[in-house]
């Protein structure tokens, strides 16, 4: 294919649109229509008077208060702020229109839109469609503008396999706005349904790559502990998706992360024992290291000399003391050492 043939079927610049202002095209246009209207009666006037005249003013003014002026008036085109319409002239691109104010347009241009005003809404739309678990609403069909606001899409919850196979509940919300009208409109059939399905793609990729959690002391990352690390991946991942329709992915973020509820029970038990074991260990690290300092102040101060078998069981005792769950019931001993 050549390169002019993706030219033509990608369009990767946006256009400005001729545009006029649209306070002066109206007041020209109405009084225009009004001496289109006075010359058209003045017009029939002659015309039944016997002047020959009488059927040109009929004709000029009638053409353009009836036909013409109404013409005109489809040429002029609202914007508020963060709103811009991305219009065509007989199929082809014609230009986009930004900037808050009141315009003047070829009234024979036609604006297109294929993506929802909002998704945040479930109500603004006249259908729904299911992709990948998430509901997207499609916008109302009569408004063409599109929003070059900040926007939300909050994807539902989906159940995806982490790195080790565990199934896992994960939900994000991602934040962007349309910065190519061109390529949002012209590349893709719906660029917010385009988005949503390119999220939970690149949600998938990227949770595939990481366990939930590490129960080591190792530098692995995970899903748990390296949240921030995971979702500047997520966020590369999904703008690279979406390059094409012109969005602009400012931020993703993962609100909702827990194992799935058929081994939920099962980790909650790892979790306790891997706890445990943490905690077991700890208590005898500290242990070891106060029977070696009570060995040592014995011997250094010499207050009791104690041979291996002794110092054995000394030990011993001390460990039961230290590293039992319970108090542990001294006996004391009142005779004699051996």
């Not at 225009?32 to 020959?52: K, P, V």
């Not at 993506?115 to 009569?142: C, H, N, P, R, Y």
Request: aromatic share 6%; hydrophobic share 45%; net charge neutral.
């Amino acid at each position: 294919m050549s390169n002019e043939a993706n030219k033509n079927q990608l369009h990767n610049e946006e256009i400005v649109a001729k545009s006029m202002n649209g306070m002066g095209v109206l007041i020209l246009n109405i009084a225009l229509i009004i001496a289109g209207l006075a010359a058209f009666i003045h017009g029939i006037n002659l015309f039944n008077t016997g002047y020959g005249k009488g059927i040109l003013l009929i004709i000029v003014g009638g053409s353009y208060s009836f036909v013409i002026g109404p013409i005109i008036f489809a040429g002029l085109k609202v914007l508020k702020p963060n709103e811009a319409l991305v219009l065509t002239l007989f199929g082809k691109y014609y230009g986009t229109l930004k900037g808050e104010g009141f315009f003047f347009v070829n009234p024979f241009v036609s604006a297109v839109n294929t993506g929802s005003k909002d998704t945040t809404s479930g109500k603004l739309g006249i259908e729904q469609k299911k992709s990948g678990g998430t509901e997207v609403t499609l916008a109302a069909k009569a408004d063409k503008k599109i929003s070059l606001k900040t926007m939300t899409l909050n994807n539902e919850k989906q159940k995806v396999n982490d790195q080790l196979g565990n199934p896992i509940i994960i939900g994000i919300v991602v934040i962007w706005r349309v910065v190519n009208t061109a390529k949002a409109v012209f590349n893709v059939d719906n660029y917010t349904e385009f988005l949503s399905i390119q999220t939970d793609s690149a949600l998938r990729n990227v949770v595939r790559d990481y366990p939930y959690d590490v129960s080591n002391e190792d530098n692995e990352k995970s899903l748990r502990g390296s949240s921030q690390e995971v979702t500047e991946k997520l966020k590369a991942e999904i703008q690279s998706n979406v390059e094409i329709a012109g969005l602009e992915i400012l931020e993703a973020r993962i609100t909702h992360l827990a194992y799935a509820p058929e081994i939920a029970a099962v980790m909650l038990q790892r979790q306790q024992a891997s706890a445990i074991i943490d905690a077991r260990q700890m208590i005898v690290e500290g242990a070891v290291g106060m029977v070696e300092m009570a060995l040592s102040k014995l011997n250094e101060n010499d207050i009791v000399h104690l041979d291996e078998e002794r110092k054995a069981a000394m030990v011993s005792n001390l460990l039961v003391v230290l590293c039992g769950n319970k108090d542990a019931q001294p006996i004391v001993n009142s005779g004699s050492l051996y």
